[in-house]
């Protein structure tokens, strides 16, 4: 941001996206005026897990499904966010998604 004159700013995010306003907001405390948080899972504990709060055994969980490196977890990740998942997604479209999305 500072590249760019940037010296204040406003900072919204939805979902995962909640997560990195938080992040922003908690490393630039200087440079973050204001923050929104929508529909993430910021305040979630272990003990919210525990009780069964969120569909997930862990946290290491939810990170190995939201960075899927197999495409079976890629499988698993759309089952989550789509209301009617593909049916049949062929493994190969799923490994060039990843590699895609994990820049490798």
């Known amino acids: 941001m500072e590249v760019n004159s940037v010296k204040r700013m406003r900072v919204v995010g939805l ?34 897990l525990e009780d069964g709060l969120f569909p997930v055994k862990s946290l290491e969980e939810t990170a190995e499904i939201l960075l899927p490196q197999t495409p ?16 049949k997604t062929p493994n190969c479209i799923l490994v060039d998604f990843i590699q895609v999305i994990l820049v490798i």
Not at 72 to 79: G, P
């Open 15 to 48: 979902s995962y996206g909640g997560f990195v306003a938080y992040s922003l907001a908690a490393q630039f405390k200087e440079m973050v005026e204001r923050v929104v948080i929508c529909c993430a899972g910021v305040c979630l504990e272990e003990k919210d």
């Open 72 to 87: 079976e977890k890629m499988k698993e990740l759309m089952r989550f966010t789509f209301v009617k998942p593909p049916v």
